[in-house]
């Protein structure tokens, strides 16, 4: 019986210390992108299967096609502290937060091939 409540107890302690799950969606990183998306060689079809439909078309002064990209991310982490007991009410977890976003410029040629890209990314 003690042992069982023993192990019960160790139970709630740790999984108090447990995060929330994080978010387990398909992200393209700078590394992965510039692995993928090659000068001359990458055309528009692959481009859209990659990363989908631009945020942005237009054309550059030659007349060729110019895609924007814009992507933002959010991650929010809550985390529970174990170990002591909260009294009146109180609460003994926190919560951290960061944002991120990119854009990925893309310059096809008269062949429709990746011509020339940009990324500007910021993170806060």
């Not at 692995?35 to 481009?47: D, P, S, W």
């Amino acid at each position: 019986m003690r042992i069982t409540l023993i192990i019960l107890m160790s139970g709630l302690l740790l999984g108090g210390c447990a995060t929330s799950p994080r978010s387990n969606e398909k992200q393209i990183t700078l590394g992965n992108f510039k692995t993928k998306i090659l000068r001359g060689q990458t055309n528009q079809k692959e481009v859209m299967r990659l990363l989908g439909s631009p945020s942005i078309t237009t054309s550059n002064a030659q007349g060729n096609p110019v895609w924007t990209y814009t992507r933002q991310a959010f991650d929010q982490k809550n985390q529970r502290f174990a170990g002591g007991i909260t009294l009146y009410g109180g609460d003994d977890s926190f919560t951290s937060s960061s944002s991120s976003s990119y854009d990925i410029i893309l310059t096809f040629d008269a062949e429709k091939r990746v011509e020339d890209y940009s990324v500007i990314a910021s993170e806060f």
